[in-house]
């Protein structure tokens, strides 16, 4: 039998080459001129779901900016995603960031989970390439920029975010709480707030905690109760909550321990006013739905919903059906993530409309910072700005309540489209 | 050989004013996994003791020098090497449950295993460490700080840290010490008989193989900016750790850098070329296809193939 053999000239050229390739990834034919955006989500690995469909959300949204005539002001520039996947892992975080930027990124978008975000904000800062963070609640993010950019540390804040952080979905929520049993002429007492133990689930609990101290509302948080997320099982932890005869338990889950949580709460006959959480995923989502059908009945959670009463959102997330059922096989809900993901890639284009140069980062950022823009498709509670750290202290939640195993808006009023029922009917 | 090795280093050492960033991070990457690997390499290639709880000495090392730096205002230069003593102090706890029970094979791999998990749990539910959060460390690119505004010095410190583990393995390689782990590997018992103080050696592999991966988690945090406990301690850490080694040739001098520099541009080259289209998730069937493929052609790893190929068929 022959043998073919690899010569050593052979395997240092196919080497040379590899690390050429390596090198320089740029493509090297001439490309019309665009503003190219380095969209990084994970797109696989632990969160690919949520970030497969903020993915789809900013092209959507680069897609009908670049059909409407691209940025006017530029000339009609065109927009070109450079898409990213982090995986969640941090560390993909910065290396996607750096291969964006390497391939001529001017602004970079992402990314979900806030471990990636924070690698990613160190590449903006190293590069000066604006970064909004269109997904990521922990505060930190963007307070340490503003903090080392206050103390002289760094000289200009490259890094915004346009969605809530921890702690005001934690000021939203308390308030919703507060006003949602206001207006039931209700007044429960105790509430049992449970939650998944990772950094998500913390998170939201330490927000929402910190709010009901700071707001001291009627009702008292009795109880909290940490799971391991992914549970095996819950029932320890709904038995405790029982013993603890609370009017409202609270949970912040994730899909896994939401479809282990409400079917061992209905099991355990748990006598409640309702289930109405902070804000968390699991209680929403169309496969929680096929899973949990009648256990999510009436259950309430506060999370950044789109406003459904906008007609443009209705068209585009008719339009985000079709396409995911297209693509994947199944229809699938236009919501939080597609949603600010979405509104991302418009707000970057009202940017861009209004910077000076595109040459020069500082001006994109200075636009950034005199931002008002009102033409977001989620629900927000005035136009879309920065504050002094470089969040949008509009990006609020909405409450939402599952009505004839749907999502439905119903609080505050002015985004509400059905009235909400609680206490629950009585099983 | 020596010619050859100083000439890598040189053209590695030039290698910055070249590349584009993406490049740069690239290899900073195959450094520190290489670094990561010949840290393993010495208790998991040479001493065969198979630890897969290495990312707790990361962590370890990381979260020390991140809460040094962050409370106290200790710069993470004196922080990286608290970090690896007290990565090389559980390292002592570990090899001295391990080594005194005389747990081996899958034992040990259980024992490691179970401390990196009990790491990451108990850092998950301490919020004086930042809990399930983590700790977000400020960019303020202050070179005290172990912060750099130019991206590049990052390579240079990730290229140290590899050459010098490198380094203490070529040193130890020579050493009786070197001799006495390939000769409890080989066979522990017959070892034993012949006078060599098992348990001794076995520690001190363990107490240097820590220490050494403790630095590298200062290195990690500050250079991402962000610590979780899952990507600090978790098990998908410890296996990228032993990876390189396995594949590159665990017990030789270069197998894990030589595994790093096939593993991370594969990871990444994948990622970026069967990523980009609808096909999510396609680059990492083809990252496992390749790694099959290695394992398969090449169980021993590449560099005893690589060392037959350049030096072997010499005439």
């Not at chain 1, 909004?132 to 975010?161: C, F, M």
């Amino acid at each position: 039998m022959a043998k073919t053999r690899l010569s050593r000239r052979a395997f240092l050229r196919s080497t040379a080459a590899g690390a050429a390739v390596l090198g320089f990834p740029l493509p090297l034919r001439a490309q019309p001129k665009t503003f190219k955006i380095g969209a990084i989500h994970p797109v696989t690995g632990p969160l690919a779901e949520p970030g497969q469909a903020c993915r789809l959300g900013a092209q959507m949204a680069a897609d009908a900016i670049n059909a409407a005539g691209g940025i006017k002001s530029k000339g009609g520039l065109k927009l070109e995603l450079l898409l990213g996947d982090t995986q969640t892992k941090p560390e993909n975080g910065r290396v996607e960031a750096e291969r964006a930027v390497g391939q001529g990124a001017q602004m970079l978008l992402g990314s979900f989970d806030s471990g990636s975000t924070n690698s990613m904000v160190s590449v903006a800062q190293q590069k000066r390439v604006p970064l909004l963070v269109d997904i990521a609640a922990a505060d930190p993010i963007t307070a340490n920029v503003a903090k080392s950019v206050k103390e002289g540390q760094q000289k200009v804040q490259y890094v915004y975010r346009n969605f809530p952080t921890g702690s005001s979905f934690g000021r939203n929520a308390v308030q919703y709480f507060t006003e949602i049993f206001k207006e039931a002429s209700v007044s429960p007492k105790r509430v049992v707030l449970m939650h998944a133990n990772d950094l998500f689930g913390t998170n939201q609990m330490r927000g929402f905690k910190a709010a009901w101290e700071a707001a001291k509302p009627s009702w008292e948080i009795v109880e909290i109760i940490p799971w391991p997320e992914p549970p095996s099982d819950l029932s320890t932890e709904v038995s405790r909550a029982k013993a603890l005869k609370p009017d409202v338990l609270a949970p912040i889950t994730r899909p896994a321990s939401a479809q282990l949580l409400l079917p061992e709460i209905r099991k355990q006959r748990v006598e409640l006013m309702g289930i109405v959480g902070p804000g968390s995923p699991g209680l929403y989502e169309a496969g929680q739905f096929a899973v949990l059908k009648e256990d999510l009945e009436y259950v309430m959670t506060s999370v950044p919903w789109p406003s459904f009463k906008n007609p443009r959102t209705l068209a585009v997330a008719e339009e985000y059906a079709k396409r995911t059922e297209r693509e994947t096989g199944r229809r699938r809900t236009f919501d939080t993530n597609s949603g600010y993901s979405y509104d991302a890639m418009f707000l970057i284009a009202d940017i861009l409309e209004r910077a000076a140069t595109l040459g020069d980062p500082d001006a994109i950022v200075e636009a950034m910072r005199k931002t008002r823009f009102a033409g977001g498709l989620m629900q927000y509670g005035g136009p879309i700005l920065f504050n002094e750290i470089g969040d949008n202290p509009n990006a609020i939640a909405t409450m939402i309540q599952i009505l004839g195993q749907k999502p439905v808006a119903v609080w505050p009023k002015a985004a509400a489209l059905q009235k909400f029922v609680f206490p629950r009917p009585k099983a | 050989m020596r010619w050859l090795g100083a000439l890598a280093v040189l053209v590695l050492l030039a290698l910055p004013a070249v590349l584009g960033s993406y490049a740069t991070t690239i290899l900073i990457l195959v450094f520190f996994y290489g670094f990561l690997g010949q840290a393993w390499n010495i208790v998991g290639g040479y001493a065969g003791q198979l630890s897969v709880g290495h990312a707790a000495f990361v962590g370890i090392g990381g979260y020390t020098a991140a809460m040094l730096s962050l409370e106290w205002g200790i710069t993470p230069w004196i922080g990286m090497f608290v970090g690896g003593a007290l990565a090389a102090v559980l390292g002592a706890v570990i090899g001295y449950l391990g080594f005194r029970f005389g747990l081996r094979g899958f034992y040990f791999v259980l024992l490691t295993v179970a401390f990196a998990e009990i790491c990451r749990i108990a850092v998950s539910n301490v919020d004086a460490v930042g809990g399930a959060l983590g700790l977000y460390i400020t960019f303020t690119g202050d070179p005290r700080q172990f912060q750099f505004q130019d991206g590049r010095v990052y390579y240079y410190i990730a290229l140290a840290l590899m050459l010098a583990a490198t380094g203490v393995v070529a040193l130890l390689e020579r050493r009786r010490f070197g001799i006495y782990l390939a000769a409890i590997r080989e066979d522990e018992s017959a070892a034993e008989a012949l006078g060599v103080d098992t348990f001794k050696y076995k520690m001190l592999a363990m107490v240097v193989s820590s220490f050494l991966t403790g630095l590298g988690g200062t290195f990690y945090a500050f250079y991402l900016f962000s610590l979780q406990p899952n990507a600090m301690f978790g098990i998908p850490l410890s296996v990228e750790i032993i990876l390189r080694p396995i594949v590159g040739g665990a017990g030789t001098l270069l197998g894990p850098i030589l595994g790093s520099f096939m593993l991370t541009p594969l990871g990444e080259l994948s990622r970026l070329y069967f990523g980009q289209g609808g096909h999510h998730g396609l680059h990492l069937v083809a990252y496992g296809v390749l790694l099959i493929a290695v394992v398969l052609f090449l169980p021993q790893g590449a560099y005893p193939y690589l060392r037959r190929f350049f030096v072997g068929s010499r005439p």
